[in-house]
Nanobody, 121 residues
Framework: QVQLVESGGGLVQTGGSLKLSCAVTSGTFTMGWFRQAPGKERDIVAAINRSGTSTYYADSVKGRFTISRDNAKNTVYLQMNSLRPEDTAVYYC?????????????????WGQGTQVTVSS
């Protein structure tokens, strides 16, 4: 049974930084970070392939967020800098068994429980 456990969320002021972690209990997958604000769809934020050589970022986070992974630790990270109030959401990590980076939610097979990120103005 594959489990994903997120950590690192919290409350931060505008312009601050947070680093999210997602530990995967077993296996190596293409990984994605999604977020869902109240009343909105769950959208892709960033994704990274198994080797870490290919990444994707949503336009809204380009230049501010960085996705990375440490396969020796089975952990994926999302470094979030220059945070804005509109980044406030529950952030979910997800694992995709395919080799390519996908940005659609149905492509992902396993999901974490989510971690709250709140950016105050």
């Amino acid at each position: 049974q594959v489990q994903l456990v997120e950590s690192g969320g919290g409350l931060v002021q505008t312009g601050g930084s947070l680093k999210l972690s997602c530990a995967v209990t077993s296996g190596t997958f293409t990984m994605g970070w999604f977020r869902q604000a109240p009343g909105k769809e769950r959208d892709i934020v960033a994704a990274i392939n198994r080797s870490g050589t290919s990444t994707y970022y949503a336009d809204s986070v380009k230049g501010r967020f960085t996705i990375s992974r440490d396969n020796a630790k089975n952990t994926v990270y999302l470094q979030m800098n220059s945070l804005r109030p509109e980044d406030t959401a529950v952030y979910y990590c997800a694992a995709d068994r395919s080799l390519s980076v996908h940005i659609s939610r149905p492509s992902y097979d396993y999901w974490g429980q989510g971690t709250q990120v709140t950016v105050s103005s």
